[in-house]
Nanobody, 115 residues
Framework: QVQLVESGGGLVQAGGSLRLSCAAS????????MGWYRQAPGKQRELVAA???????NYADSVKGRFTISRDNAKNTVYLQMNSLKPEDTAIYYC?????????WGQGTQVTVSS
């Protein structure tokens, strides 16, 4: 089993920055990829960014150049640095961990970007 604890969500003005953190615990040795998804009301859940155990990254087109996903293997933590935030980035952000046999989710953290 893997447990994910998110932090860093909140309210920020357009153009501002925010950093989300996701700390993994449990059977962390089985995690192959970690990432961030988001879902706004009435919208589809979408992958924001992901990073593999080997360091490969993937970003949604809407956040390329503004968001950066990174990892700290010693702390079993993945980060999402969000810069130049837009109101369209407002959503619940979920941490995700893909393991050998299962997929795990955090409880989500609200990010609200005001105009």
């Amino acid at each position: 089993q893997v447990q994910l604890v998110e932090s860093g969500g909140g309210l920020v003005q357009a153009g501002g920055s925010l950093r989300l953190s996701c700390a993994a615990s449990g059977s962390i040795f089985s995690i192959n990829v970690m990432g961030w998804y988001r879902q706004a009301p009435g919208k589809q859940r979408e992958l924001v960014a992901a990073i593999t155990s080997g360091g490969s990254t993937n970003y949604a087109d809407s956040v390329k150049g503004r968001f950066t996903i990174s990892r700290d293997n010693a702390k079993n933590t993945v980060y999402l640095q969000m810069n130049s935030l837009k109101p369209e980035d407002t959503a619940i952000y979920y941490c995700n961990a893909g393991a050998d046999w299962d997929n795990y989710w955090g409880q989500g953290t609200q990010v609200t970007v005001s105009s």
